[in-house]
């Protein structure tokens, strides 16, 4: 089973004065899979991608990427591992150009730093991957355009195009449709269904709609009061007694929504 498993927790905890907001999570991801993390506002859905993505360091407790013990690494450092993340509020540099932003991006991946004399149209790779994301993205039309002169779901398509750029080998997802317009989701939705049905790269995303859990997650994960209370395939979790309780005071979840 380990084999099949890119990342695991083992008693995660991070403890803020007398709160714990996350407390002692064992889980495991299986490699390739689509998991979505669910739970009611402040379960610690996010503060535990903080601490898998190393913005927070735990109280205690290990986090293991490819059975190689992270929790001591940095952000930076788990980037280059091959981890990728996207947050909860938009992440781009509003002044640039959509084209700048995903550029900077592989740029960063590639480890190419600015050079004073040399045009950017000299880096044919980088510029051929910087349309190819953009494209994948459904950019194209958008590529010369301010990443602040964007609708708040284009930016999001420009912030995924950015952390793909990195081609990660695990994808974490904060909410990647908060704020979007009803007309957007959909579109979002479909380049998620994209990246899954590539193959290559195991996904784990924090939502609160339903829609997207049904179609894409092959697992879910329930967080309840910064704790694990099940897992499973999106049908048994519905049905199950505790998450009714917990997570929907006593209606079961509607995945066929």
Request: hydrophobic residues 40%.
């Amino acid at each position: 089973m380990l084999g099949d498993v890119i990342l695991r927790t083992e008693n995660l905890s991070i403890q803020f004065g007398a709160l714990k907001a996350v407390n002692d999570i064992s889980i495991s991801i299986e490699k390739k899979k689509f998991t979505t993390v669910l739970g009611p506002n402040g379960a610690g859905k996010t503060t535990f991608f903080n601490l898998i993505s190393g913005l927070y360091k735990p109280t205690s407790g290990k986090v293991y990427f490819k059975d190689q013990d992270i929790t001591a690494y940095s952000p930076q450092k788990r980037i280059h591992a091959g981890m990728g993340r996207s947050f909860q509020l938009t992440n781009v540099f509003p002044d640039l150009l959509a084209r700048e932003n995903v550029r900077l991006a592989v740029q960063s991946a590639a480890r190419i730093g600015f050079k004073l004399f040399k045009s950017y149209k000299g880096y044919n790779r980088i510029n051929e991957e910087t349309d190819r994301l953009l494209k994948d993205m459904l950019l194209e039309d958008k590529a010369d355009v301010k990443a602040g002169d964007l609708t708040h779901g284009e930016q999001r398509k420009l912030e995924m195009a950015m952390v793909l750029a990195q081609n990660p080998e695990i994808l974490l997802l904060d909410e990647p449709t908060a704020g979007m317009s009803v007309e957007e989701v959909p579109v979002m939705i479909e380049l998620l269904q994209r990246i899954k049905d590539k193959g290559d790269t195991t996904i784990v995303l924090i939502e609160h709609k339903m829609n997207m859990v049904k179609a894409l997650s092959d697992t879910l994960i329930i967080m309840v009061h910064g704790e694990f209370l099940c897992e499973g395939d999106p049908e048994s979790v519905s049905q199950n007694p505790e998450v009714m309780a917990a997570y929907l005071g006593g209606g079961a979840i509607n995945v066929s929504a």
